[in-house]
């Protein structure tokens, strides 16, 4: 038996050894104790006095009993019993119960809210009350006696009062130190009895399931959560009754959130008597823990298939020649120069086959920016558009609340841009390709890509994601979407393939607003080309920010040396003299965005692509905008 379980069996053994009958109510008027005396005082069944029975129910149970005397409407009595005790007041009476005892009855409050009664059996007292009341020198004998006996009874009564209020007050610190620390987790801490029914609850339910309720304390865990939950929780917290403590994730199924749950035995003299739960919100760590894996597999990958891919291009040059050198000869039988075609063709298509695979498995990273989603959606739009032809048409919907959101924009586009190819591809002329962004909870931004061809097969629901599964015969790679499925588990989110009138691809990422809204202040705009320059500072203009310009990192330190106002830097990564922008962002303290024109291959564009802030030219204002509150967001460089 743990030290606080044995600690309460002490407390609930002292309160039933005092002869006062005690009941306590929490601020939901939610029954925590009911001692033994006044479980016999008022012929209280077993059921009756479990924790967290309602204080109605009590109130109703006493009322039928005849312990308020004639009641004409018991529903208004105990709703206006249930009203006062709402707004509880200190309080003392006596009142003669049907039986013909007297009792009195005190009530004092609690710190953290609910509230202690005392009742104690006066009968003795008033009797030797009305023996003095009658002043009959007959009974003077009588009356010596019964005062003997009452000042007896005082004193008895005197110690168990102080007996009282030292448990009481010890309840109360309890109590106090229990409710705060458990409010303060942030998690759902609870327990269950035998029946599954809450008996205590932290009221912190709804925080980790959204939409659930707080006030469960007395419902059943299936009443409390609902059919979908608990159906998922029934088998773990039956075996937890059976003192089989168990820990489980599921997807709680109305707000889409990650729960990581433990049930733990609450085991008392090798018995279980329910069990102790704890319930967390895991869905950003899970998400974390998706894109850190797929990270893994590809960094996996990559040491897997570099050595392969290596052997497997100089293989390809040698084709190459030689069938280069073959294609030159003369004299060479009429179906050579057909072979010889398909063979290199099938040398260059290997070589293309290798860049897809180099893309999937080389390293990139996950870099969210400030995206306006009206903006991606009608860009994606543009490009995607001419690519279809005019035997199909693309459909946007944008359910989801226009907003910013941080986002992989490019490799967001990539993605989807892949999906609408492959719709085209399985669609026959006059079909219809449609892309939902549309927003769950607070939780995810979900893309959807539906077509109405005929669909996935059973094969491609099954396979489609693997690298190298295709249904184009040769004309398809296989790894259009594996690459969709890669970067999507980088982002942290997941991929779903599924038939409904056609196919259906959904992309689920984690939802994640991003404030940009920047204030206007003082830019550096660093370029050494006079157009560019002009360009970019129109921008800026527009955007609301006075502007500074210079053409060298000489000139830049200069200005960053002598005007203290300036907020933001924009500096191109090849400038005039020796020195570069990363230079410069070396230097400075003010949050700097890096841009170029240089391929993703060249050092410098790499060294400027990992800071975060960056911007590849040709960029338009919203790019600059986001990469500028990206610059903000990450901080000073270090």
């Not at 204080?55 to 105990?78: S, W």
């Not at 009481?168 to 998690?187: D, G, S, V, W």
């Amino acid at each position: 038996m743990s030290h606080a379980t044995r600690h309460n069996t002490m407390i609930a053994a002292g309160l039933n050894l005092i002869q006062q009958a005690m009941s306590i109510f929490d601020s939901d008027l939610k029954l925590v104790l009911i001692n033994r005396p006044m479980q016999q005082m008022f012929n209280f069944p077993d059921e009756m006095i479990e924790p967290g029975v309602n204080f109605e129910t009590v109130i109703r149970f006493l009322a039928e009993a005849g312990e308020y005397g004639e009641v004409n409407n018991l529903d208004e009595f105990v709703a206006v019993r249930a009203r006062l005790a709402r707004a509880f007041e200190p309080h003392y009476m006596e009142r003669t119960r049907a039986n013909g005892r007297v009792i009195s009855v005190e009530g004092a409050p609690l710190p953290e809210g609910g509230w202690v009664t005392v009742y104690t059996d006066i009968t003795e007292i008033k009797q030797q009350e009305a023996l003095l009341r009658a002043r009959s020198e007959v009974l003077s004998e009588q009356v010596l006696a019964r005062s003997e006996e009452l000042a007896s009874t005082n004193r008895a009564l005197a110690s168990s009062n102080a007996m009282l209020e030292e448990t009481k007050h010890q309840l109360t610190q309890m109590e106090a130190r229990t409710r705060l620390t458990t409010q303060m987790m942030p998690a759902h801490i609870a327990h269950l009895d035998l029946r599954q029914r809450y008996t205590f609850s932290n009221r912190r339910l709804q925080d980790v399931m959204p939409g659930s309720t707080d006030d469960i304390v007395g419902l059943s865990a299936a009443d409390a959560l609902g059919s979908a939950t608990y159906a998922v929780i029934k088998p773990h917290l039956e075996r937890a009754l059976k003192n089989e403590p168990s820990v489980f994730e599921f997807t709680h199924h109305s707000s889409s959130r990650r729960i990581r749950v433990a049930f733990t035995p609450d085991v008392a003299e090798n018995y279980v008597q329910g069990v102790y739960v704890l319930s967390m919100d895991v869905t950003e760590e899970t998400q974390t823990r998706v894109a850190l894996q797929q990270t893994r597999r590809r960094e996996m990958a990559a040491q897997l298939t570099s050595g392969l891919a290596h052997d497997f291009s100089n293989l390809l040059t040698i084709i190459l020649g030689m069938q280069g050198k073959l294609q030159k000869m003369t004299g060479l039988p009429g179906d050579a120069e057909h072979l010889i075609t398909a063979t290199l063709a099938a040398a260059r298509r290997g070589g293309g086959l290798l860049h897809r695979i180099a893309d999937m498995t080389g390293p990139r990273t996950f870099r969210p920016i400030p995206v306006t989603l009206s903006s991606f959606l009608n860009e994606l739009e543009t490009m995607a558009t001419p690519t279809l032809g005019g035997d199909h048409s693309l459909k946007i919907v944008q359910n989801a609340t226009d907003g910013i959101y941080n986002l992989d924009a490019g490799m967001l586009q990539d993605s989807l841009l892949n999906l609408i190819l492959n719709a085209r591809d399985a669609t026959p002329p006059g079909g219809q390709i449609t892309l939902t962004a549309r927003a769950v909870q607070d939780t995810w931004l979900e893309l959807e890509v539906a077509d109405t061809g005929s669909g996935f097969s059973e094969r491609a629901l099954d396979q489609a994601v693997q690298p190298f599964f295709t249904t184009k015969g040769g004309e398809g790679s296989g790894l259009g979407l594996a690459m969709v499925y890669d970067m999507t588990k980088l982002a942290g989110g997941n991929i779903r393939l599924f038939n409904d009138e056609g196919a259906h691809v959904l992309l689920r990422l984690p939802l994640r607003l991003a404030d940009a809204h920047i204030p206007a202040g003082l830019v550096l705009l660093v370029e050494d080309s006079d157009d560019l320059r002009a360009s970019i500072r129109d921008m800026l203009v527009a955007q609301g920010h006075l502007v500074l310009e210079a053409t060298s990192v000489h000139e830049a330190e200069a200005l960053l040396n002598s005007v203290p106002d300036i907020a933001y830097v924009l500096a191109d990564i090849q400038l005039s003299g020796a020195r570069t922008g990363l230079d410069l962002a070396a230097f400075t303290d003010r949050p700097i965005t890096l841009m170029t024109s240089l391929p993703a291959s060249d050092p410098l564009h790499k060294a400027a692509s990992a800071r975060g802030a960056f911007l590849q030219k040709p960029f338009n204002d919203t790019a600059l905008h986001a990469a500028l509150t990206t610059a903000v967001q990450i901080g000073a460089p270090s």
